[in-house]
Each structure stands twice: as structure tokens, then as C-alpha cells.
């Protein structure tokens, strides 16, 4: 397992501490109680008839089929016929009601389960989407998405199968011990006298399984995330030619499994024949003891026939439990990663919306000596300490790496920073309510995502359906016009998965549209790198403009002219403030940002620092 594995599969093996777990599904059965309670009703009258069965055949050869000499008469031929019909006919209806109940019951429980499972997606979609962005490096899509959708299936195989056979199978376990107790004390202790070899068959099969299942639920989390990894990843692994050592590892993963697979299937194959032998065991037992018994007249056939039967339906229930031990083991492990995830907290703390300041204006963004690492220990931001007042613009320059997109990340609190504060107002950030600032800034990102869908779902994301006449200012103002000309259906074209269809520049226009109707107080603007043509490079500079009219902004750029145009120049080194001041100053200072701007101006390109 990679180390960073480590963080969310959970290496413990199932334990006793895990059954509490099922504990803490309870709250979310709750508002499905009345139909659980349908299902146990159903559960116990299916037993009943379960167990009315053989004392019905009993009924049947002690009455008329082999009347023993002692007590009652004999029937007459005809009356023993009819009795017989009878019991027959009394038989069939059972059989009937409990087909009816066990129809009924397993409906009432895949419902049940269907509810359960739909909440808890519900909820863990909308968890899921609050956690830290740390989460998300931490832990691979692939691993997140089983999560999403592989436990609760497995969640959902516990409730409808496994737990309703638990249930089922404990009460007629205990129902039949209790009839046979009551049928021949006698026979019913010999009889259990394998009891105790089932139960060491039963301990060794549950403590190897356990193991098993645990390094087959591991493998096959990596080989999801294997292939999550492996499709986004695809480009470069099909450029490089990784695709044959890609396999061959792939390979090792998918073989391991296949052996641990087929240790299961021989675990198996050794336990179910096992639990088979001993409960003819307990037959040969009934036929040889109770045989004597029915000599000697202490027991009456139709009572050993019932006992035989009996016997039957007491160990059917321990292979079914066999059989679906992995469901129950898979459940668990599901179980407690689910959880694993409910526990861990939402990225920020804050006050819950409608606490904390209200922010009737944006005045005043500052930093105060804030630093900043992903992972401990590797600082990419040190001591930046700045100011941007109402309707200023920030220039953030510095050299590729430098922590120029780290620090803007910052401001909407995707991240926090490990020391210092960044203060709106005069008031630290960590004391606004989420929504107080989130919602009154726009985020263009170096690399903008596209979602799948149409175009005007990517520009109006979370935001009320625009009027048509807002829809084109936003067109013309992020100069989208060139882009819909080429889209066959205009804002209703779909940008495809991961925008494939859009290219980095009208991607970027894209995200300024984006930007634009949400009409925000705040920009954060992270100029791509990537290269476009000069025309689109235009209208990226043009809708760029016109989006910072009368905003605040910070702008990580490249392009000397946004660069010089902005009130102040903070240029970052190495996490570093280096210098800051308005173009001029920084020029005259003749310092780091001087020697960037002169090689710029040498290249002869505008695309600066
Ligand atoms: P650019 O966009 O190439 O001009 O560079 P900057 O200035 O935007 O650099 P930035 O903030 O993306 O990266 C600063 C450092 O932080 C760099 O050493 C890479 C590292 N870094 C960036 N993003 C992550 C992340 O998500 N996780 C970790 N562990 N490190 C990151
Ligand atoms: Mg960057």
C-alpha cells in the first residue's frame, strides 16, 4: 500500500468494534421504522410457518400414516384419507402464506434499503463537496468515488441481505432448538452434541475470511484507483509510451487479487461440504438414538421424521451465513469508511451561516505576515504581509513557482493559511461567515474547469437562470461572441467532459464570462500560462479590462501592460514578498522586478514576468 493510502483504507481487520458501528446507522433507519417494523412482523410469521411445517407431517404419520398402537384408535381407511387430504390441503396453504410473507417481506426490505441508501448518498454528496481541499491531494479520486458509490451498494447488500437473514436465521435457530427441546429433551441434547465441532468449524472460518476479505476490499480499492489514475492521466501515458509498464503493474495488482479471489473460493469450498458433514452427522445421531427412542416408544415416528427435518433447516441457515459473510465483512469495512468521511470535519471553520459580522461593504483586503505550506514543514508562502483597498488593483509577479496561485487561493479559503492572518475589513477572515465574502468575489483559475454540460450551465453554474438580455451583456462583455459563432448551438452547446471541445484561451474566456455574472465586488485573476493567439489574447486583454472596471482586484499576470497598468506590483520570490509599489517606484528602484521587466522588453515580447 502507498503511504498516502494509508490516510483513508483502513488497515484494522473487522472487529467487535465494528458491530457498534451498525450502531450509528440506526439514526438514519430511524424515519424508516415503521417499515422495519412491517419487515420484523413479516420475519416472525415467516418463522412461524417455518416451523409449523414438520409438526404438521408429524401430525399427518402419528394420525394417519403409521398410527402408533398405545393411545388413539386407528381411523378408519376413509376417515384417514380424508384427515390425510386435510393436512395436505392445511400444508399447501402454508406453503401459500408463506410465499405471501416472504414476498411481501423482502419488498419491505429492499424499500427500506433503497431509502436508506438514497439518504445517506444525499448527505454524503453534500459532505463530500465541504471538505478541504487537503482531502481531496490526500486521497485519490478513484478511492473517493468507491466511496461515493461502491460502500453505499455494499451498505445496502448488509441491510436487504445480510441483516434480514441475520434476523431471520437467529429466530428460527432459536425457534427450532426450542421445538426440538420440547419434542425430545433427549434427542434434542444428543443431537447437539456436534454443536460444538460446528462452532470451532465456524470460529476458523470467520477468522480466516476475515483476513481474506480485508486484503481483497484493499486490493480492489487500488485497482480503482488505478484506473481512475489511469484515465487522468491518459494523455501523458499515451505520449510517453507508458502504457506497457502501466500494464505490467496493473498486471501484479489484478493477479494478486485473482489469488486472493481464489483463496476465498477455496475457504469456502472447505467450509460449506464441512458445515454439510456435520449436519449429517446430526442426522446419523437423530436416525441412531431417536431410532431407539421411537423402539422403545418414547418418541413417535412422525416426531422423527419432524426432528429429521428439523435438522434440515438448522443448518441451512449457517451455510447461508457462510455464503453471505462477505457481504457482511464488505459492509463493515464500508460502514466504517463512511464514516471515516462523515467524521471528517467540513474545510472551514466558520460561523454557521447568519452568525458573525455582517459585511455591508468591502473596504479593506490585508495580509499580515501570512504563511503557508501544504505539506508541513515545506513553507511555499513566508511573511507576505500587503494591502488592497476598494476599487485597487494588485499585481502579483515573481517567477514560475513562487506562490503566486497559492496566495490567491487563500483569499476565498479554499486553503488557510499555517501562520498569520489575512484580515477583510479589519476582521479575520476565519470570523466571516463562509457566504459573507465567498459570495461578493469571482475566482478565475490559471487552468479553468469546465463541467460537463452546456455552456450556459458553465457560465450561470449555482446562480438563478439569467434573463436573455443579461446573457448577452455577458457575452459581449467577456467577448464570447467569436466562440458562439463557432458552437453549432450556441450557449446550449455541450463544453463536453473537462471542456475538450474549448480550447485554453476561450477557456480562459470562459471563466471571465463566469466571472462577469457573478458580478462580484472582488477579482482573483490567475492569467494562464499557456499560450493563445493574438487574436484571442486580445480578447482575453479586453474582457479582462472590462471585468476589472471599477472592481477590486488581484491579478497574478504576465502581460507586462496589466501589469504596469496596476496600482501596486507585489513581486514574489520563493514565497517571498520581495518588493512591492506602484511600477514606477519599482522601476526606479532598480531591483529584481527592474531586471524582469528589462528581459521582458529584451525578448521583445508582452508577455512578462
Ligand atoms: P506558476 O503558476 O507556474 O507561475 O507558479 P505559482 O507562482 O503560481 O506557484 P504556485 O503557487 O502554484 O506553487 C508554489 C509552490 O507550491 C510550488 O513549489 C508548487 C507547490 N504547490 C502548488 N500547488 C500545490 C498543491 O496542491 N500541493 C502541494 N503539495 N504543493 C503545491
Ligand atoms: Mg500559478
Redesign the pocket.
Known amino acids: 500500500m502507498p503511504p498516502e493510502a494509508a490516510d483513508f483504507e483502513d488497515p484494522r481487520p473487522v472487529s467487535g468494534y465494528d458491530f457498534r458501528l451498525l450502531l450509528r446507522l440506526l439514526p438514519y433507519a430511524r424515519p424508516h421504522r415503521a417499515l422495519l417494523a412491517g419487515s420484523v412482523v413479516l420475519v416472525l410469521g415467516i418463522t412461524l410457518l417455518d416451523l409449523s411445517l414438520p409438526l404438521l407431517m408429524r401430525h399427518a404419520i402419528d394420525r394417519y400414516i403409521a398410527p402408533a398402537g398405545g393411545g388413539a384408535p386407528a381411523p378408519e381407511p376413509a376417515a384417514a384419507l380424508q384427515g390425510l387430504s386435510l393436512t395436505a390441503a392445511g400444508f399447501a396453504l402454508l406453503v401459500l402464506l408463506q410465499f405471501v410473507f416472504s414476498f411481501a417481506q423482502s419488498v419491505l426490505m429492499e424499500a427500506t434499503g433503497q431509502r436508506i441508501m438514497h439518504d445517506l448518498r444525499l448527505r454524503l454528496y453534500a459532505h463530500t463537496q465541504e471538505l478541504s481541499l487537503d482531502f481531496f491531494?490526500r486521497n485519490p479520486v478513484g478511492r473517493i468515488v468507491t466511496r461515493l458509490t461502491g460502500d453505499i451498494q455494499n451498505l445496502y447488500e448488509l441491510f436487504t441481505s445480510f441483516l434480514s437473514f441475520l434476523a431471520k436465521d437467529l429466530i428460527l435457530i432459536a425457534g427450532i432448538a426450542a421445538v426440538l427441546l420440547a419434542l425430545d429433551t433427549r434427542l434434542a441434547l444428543v443431537t447437539f452434541l456436534v454443536l460444538p465441532a460446528v462452532a470451532v468449524a465456524a470460529v476458523h472460518f470467520s477468522r480466516r475470511a476475515r483476513e481474506i476479505f480485508r486484503a481483497l476490499r484493499i486490493q480492489a480499492a487500488e485497482i480503482n484507483t488505478r484506473f481512475a489514475e489511469t484515465i487522468g492521466g491518459i494523455r501523458v501515458i499515451q505520449v510517453h509510451r507508458g502504457e506497457a509498464r502501466n500494464a505490467e503493474r496493473f498486471d501484479r495488482l489484478n493477479l494478486e487479487n485473482y489469488r486472493t479471489g481464489m483463496e476465498q473460493i477455496r475457504l469456502l469450498a472447505v467450509f460449506l461440504p464441512l458445515i454439510e458433514v456435520l449436519a449429517l452427522a446430526a442426522v446419523a445421531l437423530v436416525i441412531g438414538y431417536g431410532g431407539s427412542r421411537v423402539h422403545e416408544g418414547a418418541l413417535s415416528l412422525g416426531a422423527l421424521v419432524a426432528f429429521l427435518s428439523y435438522i434440515r433447516m438448522f443448518f441451512r441457515p449457517l451455510r447461508d451465513l457462510a455464503e453471505k459473510y462477505n457481504v457482511l465483512q464488505n459492509a463493515l469495512a464500508s460502514v466504517e469508511r463512511i464514516f471515516l468521511l462523515f467524521d471528517t470535519p467540513p474545510a472551514l471553520r466558520a460561523p454557521p451561516p447568519g452568525a458573525g459580522p455582517r459585511l455591508d461593504r468591502f473596504e479593506v483586503l490585508s495580509f499580515e505576515e501570512v504563511g503557508f505550506a501544504?505539506?508541513p514543514g515545506e513553507p511555499?508562502l513566508r511573511g507576505v504581509s500587503f494591502t488592497l483597498r476598494r476599487g485597487g488593483t494588485l499585481a502579483v509577479v515573481?517567477p514560475?513557482?513562487?506562490?503566486?496561485?497559492?496566495l490567491l487561493q487563500l483569499i476565498p479559503r479554499l486553503y488557510d493559511p499555517t501562520s498569520g492572518r489575512i484580515l477583510l475589513n479589519g476582521i479575520d477572515l476565519r470570523d466571516w461567515p463562509k457566504a459573507a465574502f465567498r459570495g461578493r468575489l469571482a475566482l478565475v483559475l490559471?487552468d479553468p474547469t469546465l463541467f460537463s454540460g452546456t455552456l450556459r450551465e458553465n457560465l450561470f453554474h449555482g446562480l438563478p437562470p439569467p434573463t436573455p438580455a443579461e446573457e448577452a451583456r455577458i457575452v459581449a462583455a467577456a467577448r464570447l461572441e467569436r466562440l458562439l459563432e463557432r458552437l453549432p448551438a450556441g450557449l446550449d452547446s455541450p463544453v463536453g467532459e473537462a471542456g475538450g471541445a474549448v480550447s485554453a484561451g476561450e477557456r480562459q474566456l470562459i471563466a471571465i464570462a463566469r466571472a462577469f455574472a457573478r458580478n462580484p465586488e472582488i477579482i482573483l485573476f490567475d492569467e494562464a500560462?499557456s499560450a493563445v493567439d493574438s487574436e484571442t489574447e486580445l480578447a482575453i486583454q479586453e474582457a479582462l479590462e472590462r471585468l476589472l472596471e471599477e472592481r477590486t482586484a488581484i491579478l497574478?499576470a504576465h502581460r507586462l501592460s496589466t501589469v504596469r497598468a496596476a496600482d501596486e506590483i507585489l513581486v514574489l520570490h520563493r514565497g517571498r514578498v520581495l518588493e512591492v509599489g506602484p511600477h514606477a517606484a519599482l522601476m526606479a528602484q532598480r531591483g529584481f522586478y527592474f531586471h524582469l521587466h528589462q528581459a521582458q522588453v529584451q525578448t521583445g515580447g508582452d508577455r512578462g514576468p
Open positions: 491531494a501544504y505539506v511555499v515573481g514560475t513557482g513562487a506562490g503566486k496561485s497559492s490559471q500560462t497574478v
